[in-house]
T-cell receptor
Framework: DTEVTQTPKHLVMGMTNKKSLKCEQHMGHRAMYWYKQKAKKPPELMFVYSYEKLSINESVPSRFSPECPNSSLLNLHLHALQPEDSALYLC?????????????FGPGTRLLVL | KQEVTQIPAALSVPEGENLVLNCSFTDSAIYNLQWFRQDPGKGLTSLLLIQSSQREQTSGRLNASLDKSSGRSTLYIAASQPGDSATYLCAVRGTNAGKSTFGDGTTLTVKP
């Protein structure tokens, strides 16, 4: 099983809402990632968790708050977002977080902020 | 700062043709280079991963090469099919905290 699942598939929210994106993998991977992808642009790294600890934070605004409850789950809490935050949010995982490894991506959550 | 460039930005070919996609990067201090496929509105599917010590990797009709010293990688697709139509992205994983930098992608259309 090389599947990373993400919920919801689509999300529409107002600028005052609080919502969460969820990512799950059951491959025993110990590193998980959040990427943001705008239309016709490549993915941009937001956060990396390794062994459930935040190891990389690409200076993402505090309105995005990651959480790793356990080694299989990764959440992205959203609060007071702006319309420019509308994008495809991709989750990925890799086995140990070593740099030689393949990253496996989920299908993404398409977020629209009104 | 690592910069990754993919040429061409778009490519349209008739079915059955062999084709080459190019990826170049500015900093040769890398751990690996990974080729992905992305269908419209979907996530990324890993195609091939080449470690910095390797020269090429093959999977089915796909062959990827890496020349780290010149900062180049190519993805060769043999006997293209309409189902190969997608955007192909290369991602370079650098030695600076292992961050991945993506190219802008090549959008491939294979016409029946």
């Amino acid at each position: 099983d090389t599947e990373v699942t993400q919920t919801p598939k689509h999300l529409v929210m107002g600028m005052t809402n609080k919502k969460s994106l969820k990512c799950e993998q059951h491959m025993g991977h110990r590193a998980m990632y959040w990427y943001k992808q705008k239309a016709k642009k490549p993915p941009e790294l937001m956060f990396v968790y390794s062994y459930e600890k935040l190891s990389i934070n690409e200076s993402v605004p505090s309105r995005f708050s990651p959480e790793c409850p356990n080694s299989s789950l990764l959440n992205l809490h959203l609060h007071a977002l702006q319309p420019e935050d509308s994008a495809l949010y991709l989750c990925a995982s890799s086995q140990e977080g070593y740099y030689q490894e393949t990253q496996y991506f989920g299908p993404g959550t398409r977020l629209l902020v009104l | 700062k690592q910069e990754v460039t993919q040429i061409p930005a778009a490519l349209s070919v008739p079915e059955g043709e062999n084709l080459v996609l190019n990826c170049s990067f500015t900093d040769s201090a890398i751990y690996n280079l990974q080729w992905f496929r992305q269908d419209p509105g979907k996530g990324l599917t890993s195609l091939l991963l080449i470690q910095s010590s390797q020269r090429e990797q093959t999977s089915g009709r796909l062959n990827a090469s890496l020349d780290k010293s010149s900062g180049r990688s190519t993805l060769y697709i043999a006997a293209s099919q309409p189902g190969d139509s997608a955007t192909y992205l290369c991602a370079v994983r650098g030695t600076n905290a292992g961050k991945s930098t993506f190219g802008d992608g090549t959008t491939l259309t294979v016409k029946p």
